[in-house]
């Protein structure tokens, strides 16, 4: 994959207080231990694959909506929500959120993804980085999930969610919203929904 622009964004208080507390209380129940970033992946760690119907999630939506479109231009719909959380020891593995040819779309849209951090207390000093990745591997952007933030990338590009170390007493908890161009929303949202009902099965 040739050498390519990246572009990312974050962003502190992004939700009110009523809101925040809101999310927080639907993310204390719904978790399966069985979720793994990419197949072949043996680390697992907890995942929420259906809070997407949420009342709360539905609420909040908009702000995030309006967050790609502020920075990476419209044209762009989402297609996949989720919850992801970690302990100590529960890194993810590095991997792609989309693969496109040269890491975007013909006309040059790419697939965003932003990743908010609902925690309501967070340290530098408890790790639970997200981490992105040139095509050498190189480490081109590190965000600390400090509470009620967004960071927003391109999910083309290789990127990983390190666990908390061993001194956190919290859960690392993220909730995902997942972007592409609107005309190929449908058919991921499609493809998701087939996806969650295997997994749903295998409850």
Known sequence: MADR????????????????????????????????SQAGDYNKFWSNQFIQDEEIVQKILPIFDKLVEENYGKGYAMYRIYANAQTAGQSSGIHRDSSLPDGKNEDGAIDPTIVFFPSVEWYASWGGFTTVFDEDGE????????????????????????????????????????YTKESEAEGKKERTKKRLEKIHNQL
């Open 5 to 36: 622009e990246y572009k990312s964004f974050v962003v502190d208080d992004v939700l009110s207080e009523d809101d925040w507390e809101e999310l927080n209380k639907i993310l204390v129940r719904g978790w399966n231990y069985m979720h793994v």
């Open 139 to 178: 480490v081109i952007d590190c965000v600390v999930p400090y509470p009620n933030r967004a960071f927003g990338f391109d999910g083309t590009f290789q990127h990983q969610a390190l666990a908390p170390n061993s001194n956190c007493p919290k859960m690392r908890k993220v909730l995902t919203f997942k």
